[in-house]
């Protein structure tokens, strides 16, 4: 077992006709994620790589084949229009890709996603990978994992990448990895996935990436403190960054005195996390604590 | 994107909120007519994206319609933060009785649109905010149904007791927020929402904010950028589809991904050095990106040294190093360039790379150190 996903995950793709959902969904086959539906309205009836068949509705994907997850890599303007699609359907997990979805979108989309008890991960996240059952949901690059023991949660992607690579470069594998996303409303936050990380039994350790912006780190910290009885490292990206500017991440903007690197490294002290100053002190901090 | 406070004027106007006449000068002449016909004594407010236009003299008193023309004269082509003033808001020094603030922010917890009203407006709302929170009155709304009639009408009660007062305020809040949702805006704000000695409710100031994302299919909203307002290579950058902030130091920063991008520019500030900028590329490359990025930075005459951080993903390394060869082939890049690359397609990258006597490091904190040093002999 691991978290979110394992080696019972039916993996539908929203927009897998698309660009950028057929080359995802070819990496996924390829890592070997059971790819059993796609779903492209009006290509209802194809087939993707002669293997995976392709269907006009999600309703009709998960009847025809019981697919328990769906990834959307739809433009941005009918992106959250999937997700309720997806909820809708009765999917359990929900991983959106896009990146640009307007957030009056999201705000109208979570209440639903809610009521039906659906976990949404993302928008505008990297998704997520187990490298031990070999199921990647997203775009993380499989080649960079390595199957083992630390679970990673992280709001960004390629520095993700950057701390996983070291990870595994030293030895050191990851249960599970999970991209939350980098937009103001996202479905599934830091306490969600030190919660998931905690009743693992497959993950040991936790390394948590976050950025300037919002108070989600400042959150999870406290819930470390309370909850969570494994070892935590962390990161905080921005530390640098200028007041009141958005640093790509539309969730990354320091306003007033909310949001700021220095606050939210001081959670993390204060909840005993330990300290990553940068991406390559992970596998240090995680030695001395596992 | 930040609307200019005359461009959110005129949305909250259209919305149907009462507001003070007034109108926007590009010139002393203008700003000179429009007096004229506002008559008495105005106010002549600078239209630039930047706080503390009073205290940089951007915001005047007029007497009569000559001295807006000498006020307009003296605001216009002024420089405040950086930033020049090319239009002027001329609107009546009106008498006020009471200011308030209201203020409705698309707020990431509650995960919807937050009302923030306070009886306590006009002077500076964050310092209220952080020495008497009390005082402002937080009700998030629900997008499914919209602002209720009750609700509106409880945040117009925080800040008036004469019913007349109450209803004219439960209506512009409503007004508010159908602003808000139909300009995709992430801020909607009123500062002061004032009464007037004979009793009426308008809004004075306003200001809007609309989320980014909206504009790819809103380009009525699009055409309210002003790129005159922006830094000229950050406004060259989002035309370019690159995620750019410029920043004083001297180590130019091109990397794939706003983390990696945030953490590079971390680390270079780690190893002793100064960045120059945040600068995503994004994730899908292209060859022209890149070749767009380097000409921005090195536009830049403080920049002495340059770092590309490249983590392949979705982002080829090969179309990365493609581009850089491009680029040194359109240009002559006179500062050096330290290139950390790895991911995706790698081996091409190196090979394309070799070919033009480029190197490539794969370690991302070899790379900033040797950025930095390089900076700092050539600084």
């Avoid at chain 1, 309703?59 to 697919?67: I, L, M, P, Q």
Wanted: charged share 20%.
């Amino acid at each position: 077992m691991s978290a979110f996903v394992d080696r019972n995950t039916r993996l539908l793709v929203q927009g897998i006709t698309g660009r950028e959902g057929s080359f995802h969904s070819r990496q996924m086959l390829e890592y070997g994620t059971a790819v059993v539906a796609g779903v492209t309205p009006g290509k209802g009836g194809q087939t993707f790589e002669g293997t995976v068949p392709v269907f006009n509705t999600v309703d009709e994907a998960v009847r025809a084949t019981g697919a328990n997850v769906s990834v959307i890599y739809v433009p941005p303007m009918a992106a959250a229009a999937a997700i309720v699609e997806a909820a809708d359907a009765g999917l359990p997990l929900v991983v959106c890709i896009t990146e640009g979805i307007p957030v009056m979108h999201m705000s109208r989309t979570m209440p639903f996603v809610r009521s039906r008890g659906v976990r949404l991960i993302g928008p505008n996240c990297p998704g997520l990978i187990a490298p031990g059952p070999r199921a990647k949901v997203g775009i993380i690059p499989g080649n960079i994992c390595s199957p083992g023991r630390v679970g990673v949660v992280s709001r960004s992607g390629t520095l993700t990448y950057e701390v996983v690579n070291h990870l595994t470069r030293a030895g050191i594998g990851q249960s599970t990895c999970v991209g939350i996303g980098g937009d103001p409303i996202i479905g599934t936050n830091f306490i969600d996935c030190l919660r998931a990380f905690q009743d693992d039994a497959d993950t040991a350790a936790i390394v948590m990436i976050g950025e300037i912006g919002g108070t989600d780190e400042q959150h999870a910290a406290a819930f470390v403190k309370e909850q969570i009885t494994k070892p935590v490292v962390g990161f905080i990206a921005g530390q640098t960054a200028p007041k009141g500017r958005r640093m790509g991440h539309a969730g990354a903007i320091i306003s007033g005195s909310s949001g700021t690197a220095e606050e939210k490294l001081a959670a993390f002290e204060v909840a005993g996390i330990g300290i990553m100053r940068r991406p390559a002190d992970v596998v240090g901090l995680l030695r001395s604590r596992m | 994107m930040n609307l200019h406070e005359y461009q959110a004027r005129a949305l909250l106007k259209a919305a149907g909120i009462p507001m003070f006449e007034g109108d926007v000068a590009s010139t002393p002449t203008e700003a000179e007519a429009i007096a004229r016909r506002i008559g008495g004594t105005v106010v002549i407010k600078a239209q630039v994206h930047a706080g503390g236009r009073g205290k940089a003299g951007g915001v005047k008193l007029a007497r009569n319609p000559a001295e807006a023309m000498d006020e307009a004269a003296q605001i216009l082509g002024m420089t405040i933060k950086g930033l020049t003033v090319h239009k002027v808001l001329v609107v009546p020094a009106a008498e006020i009785a009471t200011e308030s603030y209201v203020g409705l922010i698309m707020d990431r917890e509650a995960q919807c649109p937050v009302f923030m009203v306070s009886a306590a407006g006009g002077v500076d709302i964050e310092e209220v905010a952080a020495r008497t929170p009390e005082k402002i009155v937080r009700l998030p709304v629900d997008p499914t149904y919209g602002l209720f009639p009750h609700h509106a009408l409880r945040l117009a009660f925080v800040l008036y007791r004469d019913f007349t007062q109450v209803k004219a305020a439960a209506r512009i809040m409503e007004q508010l927020y159908a602003a808000f949702v139909n300009n995709g805006a992430s801020l909607a704000e009123i500062n002061p929402l004032v009464t007037t000695p004979d009793a009426r409710v308008l809004a004075l100031d306003a200001k809007i904010v609309i989320d980014d994302n909206e504009l790819f299919w809103r380009p009525d909203l699009g055409v309210l950028r002003d790129d005159s307002a922006e830094e000229p290579s950050e406004a060259a950058a989002r035309r370019a589809n690159l995620s750019f902030i410029k920043l004083d130091g001297n180590v130019g920063c091109v990397v794939n991904g706003a983390g990696l991008a945030m953490a590079t520019m971390d680390l270079v500030k780690y190893y002793g050095g100064e960045p120059a900028n945040f600068l995503d590329i994004g994730g899908s490359s292209s060859p022209e990106k890149v070749i767009n990025a380097l000409k921005i930075i090195t536009a830049d005459p403080h920049v002495k040294a340059i770092l590309f951080n490249i983590f392949g993903g979705i982002t080829r390394t090969d179309d990365v190093a493609n581009g850089i060869v491009a680029a040194t082939r359109q240009f002559k890049v006179d500062v050096p360039i330290v290139i950390r690359l790895t991911g995706t397609n790698e081996v091409e990258a190196l090979r394309i790379l070799e070919g033009v006597g480029m190197r490539a490091l794969s370690d991302m904190d070899q790379a900033v150190e040797q950025v930095v040093q390089l900076a700092r002999n050539a600084a």
